[in-house]
């Protein structure tokens, strides 16, 4: 059974930096997409970045031109490096990863900003 472990997530002040990783455990089948979520207290969980298998990106604008998404699809992993961290961006953050027959959810890692 295919699990995504997920690292990373800590305490950094406003204007810090993270970098978030996530692997899969085992062989995800025609891997279509790869990307991360945010679910901060309160609200829905929403996306973050995604990458495809094509290295096509697509980011929230909220994070554009501060955070940066990669990956390796041959391996199913993906990363996202986050700069210039608001405290806003303050949230548990899912990796997902979609194949042709199902998606998949990391446990979450918790990111927490402080001014």
């Known amino acids: 059974q295919v699990q995504l472990v997920e690292s990373g997530g800590d305490l950094v002040q406003a204007g810090g930096s993270l970098r978030l990783s996530c692997a899969a455990s085992?062989?995800?089948?025609?891997?279509?997409?790869m990307g991360w979520y945010s679910q901060a207290p309160g609200k829905q969980r929403e996306l973050v970045a995604t990458i495809n298998p094509g290295g096509r990106k697509n980011y929230a604008d909220s994070v554009k031109g501060r955070f940066i998404i990669s990956g390796d699809n041959a391996k199913a992993t993906v990363y996202l490096q986050m700069n210039s961290l608001k405290v806003e961006d303050t949230a548990v953050y899912y990796c997902n990863m979609l194949g042709t027959s199902r998606e998949y959810w990391g446990q979450g890692t918790q990111v927490t900003v402080s001014s």
């Open positions: 085992g062989n995800i089948f025609r891997l279509i997409r």
